[in-house]
Structures are given as C-alpha cells and as structure tokens.
C-alpha cells in the first residue's frame, strides 16, 4: 500500500518548517472543518489531522520521511529492473558499422567460391 503523501495534503513542501506546517494545517482545519463546511467529506479532516499529527512531531517526521526515501528508491529500482527487462526482450541491433562489415564479409565469401 503506497504511503500517503502528507506534505501534499498539507500542502507544504517536504522542507517546510514547523511553523509553516501549523499555519497550513490552521488554513486547511478551518476549510475541511465539518462545522465550518456542510460539504466536505468526512475522510479530509481525518486525512489533515493524520498529516498533522505526523509532520508536527519531529519522531515520527523523521520516520515518515525515512518510509517516504524507501518507497521512492523502491520504485526507481523496480523501474530500473522493468526496464532492463524490456531491454533484454528486444532483438539485438545491428550498428551500421557492424552491417558493413558483415556485408563486406559476405561479398568477399562469395567472390572466392565464385
């Protein structure tokens, strides 16, 4: 299960300082708040208040972000191993020197048993 990108629901950058966490998370509260708006879904003051609880505690930021380098080399590496993959899949090309050469080869094969 891919980990939640908390930065983005605080909309902060993933170097912002605590200060500027609290002010989004203040900005977002009052916004996704069920009392404040009749029509925002339950699920968003949950996730704000996840994300909060989280980046604001300089522990479990430090783990968060840990998770959050793991899963992103994860996936490069995974990308890395499919790609290679496809690479080996393909037929091997023939360089243009490679047809010249083998093309001079042939010609001269056949101009011997000739």
């Known amino acids: 299960m891919p980990l939640p990108d908390y ?22 509260a009052r916004i996704y708040h069920p009392d404040v708006n009749r029509h ?31 899963e992103i080399r994860r996936g490069l590496l995974i990308d890395l191993l499919l790609r290679q993959r496809e690479q080996m899949r393909q037929p091997k090309r023939m360089t ?8 001079v080869s042939e010609l001269k094969k056949e101009m011997r048993s000739e």
Do not use: C, H
Request: hydrophobic fraction near 40%; aromatic fraction near 10%.
């Open 40 to 70: 925002a879904e339950e699920g968003s003051i949950k996730q704000l208040n996840e994300a909060y609880d989280i980046l604001s505690n300089m522990a479990k930021r430090n783990a968060y972000d840990l998770q959050r380098l793991e």
């Open 7 to 28: 930065y983005a629901i605080l909309d902060v950058s993933p170097n912002a300082t605590l200060e500027q966490i609290r002010q989004s998370y203040r900005r977002l």
């Open 96 to 103: 243009w020197v490679q047809g010249m050469t083998g093309f």
